[in-house]
């Protein structure tokens, strides 16, 4: 079992910055990949960034250059920096973990955290 707990969320103007952090406790040991994702009124939860198996990084188009995803080598704890924040930035952001053997993957999310970003 792995529980993640997200801060750092809150109310930003258009071209602010925000950073969002999310703290693993329990099994962390079996963290294969840690990630965040996030979710606006109306629309399905969608991938921000994840840094996966091997230390990859991958980021949705809409916030390559502008989010930047990381992690302390003990996948305890993975980060999310955001600059040139956009009013579509608006959204609730999961942290995400992968855990288990690579041949069976679960996902474990937090609670969310809420980012806005205003006008």
């Known amino acids: 079992q792995v529980q993640l707990v997200e801060f750092g969320g809150g109310l930003v103007q258009v071209g602010g910055s925000l950073r969002l952090s999310c703290e693993a406790s329990?099994?962390?040991?079996?963290?294969?990949?840690m990630g965040w994702y996030r979710q606006a009124p109306g629309k399905e939860r969608e991938m921000v960034a994840v840094?996966?198996?091997?230390?990859?990084?991958t980021y949705a188009d809409s916030v390559k250059g502008r989010f930047t995803i990381s992690t302390d080598n003990a996948k305890k704890w993975v980060y999310l920096q955001m600059n040139s924040l956009k009013p579509e930035d608006t959204a609730v952001y999961y942290c995400?973990?992968?855990?288990?053997?690579?041949?069976?993957?679960?996902?474990?999310w937090g609670q969310g955290t809420q980012v806005t970003v205003s006008l």
């Open positions: 840094v996966g198996i091997g230390g990859t990084t």
């Open positions: 329990g099994s962390t040991y079996s963290i294969a990949a």
């Open positions: 995400n973990a992968q855990v288990g053997p690579h041949s069976y993957l679960m996902p474990y």
